[in-house]
């Protein structure tokens, strides 16, 4: 299995990046695919979820509004697209998938990880 971010950079407060996670060596489908990023010197924290079809999401109330995430089964690609970005919201990106219909929000929870994508906010 292997995950692949891409899509991190920096940007200006306020601005906007869109994250691709491309799958491979899974049934995609099958997977609920989740976004988790972690600062230096934080624990890695829970960004959003989003279901094997992509019908149900689930967002970390400090993303709620600024986040949207989406996926698209014909390409086993999973997207985050932030807008509005803050200096906070810097950190090392990484996607993962966990087979099967639940949400979870622990990084336990998840089977396969990415390399992570850095997204860097001036201020």
């Known amino acids: 299995v292997q995950l692949v971010e891409s899509g991190g950079g920096l940007v200006q407060a306020g601005g906007s990046l869109r994250l691709s996670c491309a799958a491979s060596g899974l049934t995609f489908s099958r997977h609920t695919m989740g976004w988790f990023r972690q600062a230096p010197g934080k624990e890695r924290e829970f960004v959003v979820g989003?279901?094997?079809?992509?019908?149900?999401?689930s967002y970390a109330d400090s993303v709620k509004g600024r986040f949207t995430v989406s996926r698209d089964n014909n390409k086993n690609t999973v997207y985050l697209q932030m807008n509005s970005l803050k200096p906070e919201d810097a950190a090392v990106y990484y996607c993962?998938?966990?087979?099967?219909?639940?949400?979870?929000?622990?990084?336990?929870?998840?089977?396969?990880w990415g390399q992570g994508t850095q997204v860097t906010v001036s201020s």
């Open positions: 989003i279901n094997y079809g992509g019908a149900k999401t």
């Open positions: 993962a998938a966990r087979p099967g219909l639940s949400f979870a929000t622990m990084a336990e929870a998840y089977d396969y």
